[in-house]
C-alpha cells in the first residue's frame, strides 16, 4: 500500500477536532516556555489511545510526539489531559497518514535551539517515509521554508513535511531566528503484521509498614517488595522472605542519603502470611508491598531507580504497551506526594502504576529528598502475526 498524507489540522487548543481521512493520526503538541508546560501528557482520539513516542524539552520549550493506530475515521475530538492546572495550551498539529507500519515507531530524532535553521538525521530505509514536524515560538505562517527533497504539508504557527525513506534521511528547515523544536520520525511502509498485545498485568493488593514482620495478603502472580532504609543510615539488606520462602534482590539505589532496595518473588503463596526484612545493617524505615496480577511469570529486567534531592524524581525506562511499570517511592515522613506522568495511585503517595511505552517515564512530585524504584513487568501471552499485505 503506497504512503498518503491526507488531511491536517492546526490548533492552540487541548481539545481540537481533526477530520481523519487515512489509517492513523499523528499528533505534534509543544509548548512555549516549559515553566508552563504540562507535568505529564495522555492523549486520546475520539475515544481511542494515543501511543507516546517521544519527547524533547529543555527550559525553554517541551514537544510530544504521539501516534494514535488505527484511528477512527471522519471528525473527532483529541483529547489532552495533564496532571498540572497550571500548564499552558500547546499548538498542535495532527496528520492523517495511510501505508504506515501499524505500529509505534521507534526511529526518530529531535532537538530543541535558538537559531534560523534546524536539521535532523532520521535512521530510515527504503520504501519508508519520514515525517517532521517544527514549532518556532513566535513564528506564524509562510515563514518556514523545508529543505531539499522534502515535501511540505503545513507551514503555519507549525511546519510539517515528508520525505522518501533512504539509510540516513535529513529533515531541514530555515526560518527567522527563534527558538524552536524540531522532531522527525521514520514511518514503516505496512506489511502486513498485526500486532496482538498481551493482555496489560494490574496490581492487586498494596501494603505498607515501618517494622518487619508485616502481614501482607498476596494475590498475585509475582510479589515485589520495597525496603527504604533511613536517612543517612546507608544500610544493607541480607534477605526477605515471605511465609519463609525467599524473595530474589533485583536492584537497589542509593545518593548517600536515602537507600531503596527491590525484591521479588514468583509464584508466591496465596493468602496472608508475614513478611519478614533482615537488615545487614542500617536502620529500616520502610516497607512498600505490591501483588502483580496477569503478567508473565518471569524475573523482571527493566528497572531503574533515582534517589536523591530533586523535588521532581523521575525514571526513565525503555519497555512497550506490553508492560506494567510499578512504582515505589519513599522519603522523608509527613510529605504528600503527587504524580507527575499519567499513573494511578495504587497506595496513597507511595506506590503508583501505569502501562508501559517505548519510552517510558514515571515522574513524582514531591519537595524532598526521595528514593523512586521503578520495574516494568510484561503482560501474559501476545504474539505477532503475518497476514498478506494489501496492494493498492
Known amino acids: 500500500m503506497a504512503f498518503t498524507f491526507g488531511n491536517v489540522t492546526e490548533g492552540s487548543t487541548k481539545t481540537p477536532t481533526h477530520n481523519n481521512n487515512g489509517e492513523d493520526v499523528y499528533i505534534f503538541a509543544s509548548y512555549g516556555l516549559l515553566g508552563t508546560a504540562p507535568n505529564n501528557e495522555d492523549m486520546t482520539y475520539g475515544g481511542r489511545t494515543c501511543h507516546f513516542i517521544c519527547e524533547y524539552a529543555d527550559a525553554y520549550f517541551h514537544g510530544t510526539l504521539w501516534v494514535c493506530l488505527n484511528a477512527p475515521t471522519g471528525s473527532n475530538v483529541l483529547q489532552i489531559s495533564d496532571t498540572d492546572y497550571n500548564a499552558s495550551t500547546p499548538w498542535v498539529l495532527l496528520v492523517s497518514v495511510t501505508g504506515a507500519k ?24 527504503a520504501g519508508h ?3 517532521d514536524f517544527i514549532r518556532g515560538n513566535t513564528l506564524s505562517g509562510g515563514v518556514y521554508v523545508a529543505g531539499a527533497g522534502q515535501t511540505e504539508i503545513r507551514d503555519d504557527n507549525i511546519g510539517s513535511s515528508h520525505e522518501d525513506g533512504a539509510g540516513t534521511v535529513t529533515m531541514s528547515w530555515t526560518f527567522p531566528s527563534t527558538r524552536f523544536i524540531h522532531i522527525g520520525v521514520d514511518l514503516p511502509p505496512d506489511d502486513g503484521t498485526i500486532f496482538d498485545v ?3 498485568p494490574t496490581v492487586g493488593n498494596t501494603g505498607q509498614g515501618t517494622s518487619s514482620p508485616l502481614s501482607y495478603n498476596c494475590n498475585g502472580d509475582i510479589l515485589c517488595v520495597g525496603v527504604f532504609d533511613g536517612e543517612g543510615s546507608l544500610g544493607t539488606v541480607s534477605g526477605v522472605t515471605f511465609n519463609g520462602v525467599a524473595l530474589t534482590s533485583l536492584f537497589s539505589e542509593s545518593d548517600g542519603n536515602w537507600l531503596g532496595h527491590f525484591w521479588y518473588l ?12 533482615t537488615m545487614g545493617s542500617g536502620t529500616l524505615a520502610k516497607i512498600l508491598v505490591a501483588s502483580i496480577q496477569n503478567c508473565s511469570v518471569v524475573a523482571p529486567t527493566i528497572y531503574n531507580g533515582y534517589a536523591g534531592l530533586n523535588s521532581y524524581p523521575e525514571n526513565d525506562l525503555v519497555c512497550s504497551e506490553a508492560y506494567l511499570v510499578l512504582d515505589m517511592v519513599w522519603g522523608r515522613v509527613g510529605i504528600t506526594r503527587e504524580l507527575r506522568s499519567g499513573q494511578t495511585m495504587a497506595l496513597s503517595d507511595v506506590i503508583a502504576y501505569k502501562r508501559g511505552a517505548v519510552d517510558y517515564w514515571s515522574r513524582w512530585y514531591t519537595d524532598t529528598r526521595e528514593c523512586l524504584l521503578s520495574v516494568a513487568f510484561r503482560g501474559l501471552g501476545g504474539r505477532t502475526l503475518q497476514i498478506p499485505a494489501l496492494i493498492g
Open 198 to 200: 498481551p493482555s496489560i
Open 129 to 131: 517515509k519520514v515525517l
Open 266 to 277: 514468583l509464584n508466591p503463596p496465596q493468602g496472608t502470611y508475614n513478611i519478614a526484612v
Open 102 to 125: 501499524q505500529a509505534v515507531p521507534t526511529s526518530y530524532n529531535g532537538q530543541i535551539g535558538n537559531t534560523s535553521s534546524s536539521s535532523r538525521d532520521i535512521t530510515s530505509a
